[in-house]
């Protein structure tokens, strides 16, 4: 696959995300210690357990969106600390639940919450950050922002709902799956960069714009990890390969895969997806598969119109730095590898 | 224990609480309609797994104090219904992270939701209710009343995490289990009675004396929860007997026994609630120590304690029949053996 030829050249230069990550790094210094700040409780369970899941990282991608959507609308106070740490706890509390359904062994490279402290633990930790994202909201005071991030975390309950729903059920279709990624992830996507236009106070028609470069990024992005679950190196991506093919989640390369595939091919998926019957070298004859129809390179392909619907949402800003990393971050997120 | 010899006779006449519905009626109805209303979404799953859940029924012990305190309040409008329906998707959430978190095989006499649709769906599922009970408040559009459940929500979920941690701890003091009951159980109670307030626009001193109410109501409330665990006939309970002991709970009852407890008595508790290793005649055995030491005559008579000081809460407010029902229903919690 192409995506993945120039990785060496990607870590010797800084990457799109390394050059938006340098243009708001104050705000981002701001929201890391935000977001230190505010986990606490007097249960020190919780900030143990959420300091470990948000410590293991990742890359800070949503609140990122927040803060460089913000400056974007040229806003130069300071609510986008508080409400940027709004959403990287939301996306926290979402990840401990996921532990849960997804029984993943590993997350992000480092075990995960569920694995050290078990499912009790997990739920309540979410919970616990996803309430204290709601005092966070109701501290910023804005009406308008608690109704978007209400909704969203709704929708983003429903999408993991489906994908619960859709879980194990080969002939998923492919627009059930836009539906499920559009829900569970772009939602949150386009809602932390929908709050730059509010913090900046702008009109309607750039609210709408930053809302769709948002939601169009976020099915991209997910998109591609789905593509990443079968392809990437274990240690780039931070989570074993095969964790999808595992939990029988049926994501667009197997539904491309499999619509793509002959009888006995179809069975093998059936066994493996639906009827979780999986053996030693299922997972490479999974890979083999894709590779034979093109899954894993079409689900791209996919991933890049999606993208460049994102790119030209943002047409209405005019030209700057900060805007050109947005534009960037775009590509970054549909040719990573790592 | 004298709290369920006169059992027969409250069956026969309305209880404390049949009155308060009778009170409230209107009201209560409008909200049971808004419960079905507004736990609907697209993705089928929800609707059916919170409508068992919601179904299955228990009182409504919370939303009813919403409504009793905002006529008590003297309010004529109608923001109450929707903030009632608030307080009951909260604590139906709370419910379905329950049943991962306790196991619980029987909740509210029929199949827990767990049991039935999984723990994926529970947390999923509850995740949707507790974003939905935001989207309301939004829509009420009060920042007291965000503000009041934002942190109600937070502090419940870390009154869940700290009992988890004395999960299994013989040592846990009384004063320790009071935390955890005053936030996880209590805080709701003083949220929705508070609300009221809010809702009838009442001065400072009233919101606090509604408070302390609810406040005080909810730990007599869930003491005697904890004592009816060990005592009350499973169908009059609606729940297992014994699910505490089982799950290692260590709840008043508990805690007194032990305390009072010989040496031996302690290896017992020891060996069934910290190394959870039970055989069969324990629980039994329990129950005879409990009685031995007279921890749940004891325990109700701490219940009666907060009831004590939830009933004089309500001092500040002139006569009434809402007022006289809202007393009652202080002594019908601590009196109920079903």
């Known amino acids: 696959m192409g995506i993945v030829v120039n990785l060496d050249d990607q870590r010797k230069k800084p990457s799109a995300l390394d050059r938006l990550g340098t243009l708001i790094e104050d705000d981002m210094k701001a929201v890391n210690q935000e977001i230190i700040k505010r986990m606490h409780s007097p249960v020190s369970l919780i900030p143990e357990l959420a300091g470990h899941i948000i410590a293991a990282g990742g890359k800070r991608l949503r609140p990122m969106l927040t803060l460089a959507a913000t400056k974007l609308c040229g806003h130069t106070g300071n609510r986008q600390i508080l409400l940027a740490t709004c959403i990287e706890f939301i996306h926290t509390a979402t990840l401990l639940h996921d532990d849960v359904v997804d029984e993943s062994e590993l997350r992000r490279g480092s075990e995960s919450a569920n694995a050290l402290w078990g499912n009790q633990a997990s739920v309540l930790v979410g919970d616990f950050l996803f309430s204290r994202s709601f005092e966070l909201m109701v501290e910023d005071g804005s009406l308008d922002v608690l109704k978007i991030l209400s909704s969203a975390s709704a929708i983003l309950a429903e999408g993991e709902v489906m994908q619960l729903l859709t879980a194990n059920d ?152 900060i805007k050109q990393a947005l534009l960037d971050v775009v590509d970054f997120c549909i040719e990573r590898a790592n």
């Open 170 to 321: 080969t002939e998923t279709s492919e627009s059930a799956y836009l539906d499920v990624i559009e829900s569970k992830t772009a939602i949150l996507f386009a809602a932390a960069c929908e709050l730059g236009a509010i913090i900046g106070e702008r009109p309607t028609a750039e609210r709408e714009a930053l809302r769709a470069y948002g939601q169009n990024l976020g099915v991209a992005f997910q998109v591609i990890d789905d593509v990443l679950d079968y392809h990437a190196k274990e240690e780039s991506l931070g989570k074993t390969i095969g964790d999808d093919f595992r939990e029988g989640k049926v994501t667009l390369p197997v539904i491309l895969a499999f619509r793509r595939g002959n009888d006995e091919e179809r069975e093998f998926w059936r066994r493996t997806i639906e009827d979780m019957t999986q053996e030693p070298g299922d997972l490479a004859r999974a890979q083999g598969l894709l590779e034979k129809h093109g899954a894993l390179d079409d689900a791209v392909e996919r991933a890049r119109h999606y993208g460049a619907i994102a790119k030209d949402a943002l047409g209405l800003f005019p030209e700057s730095e």
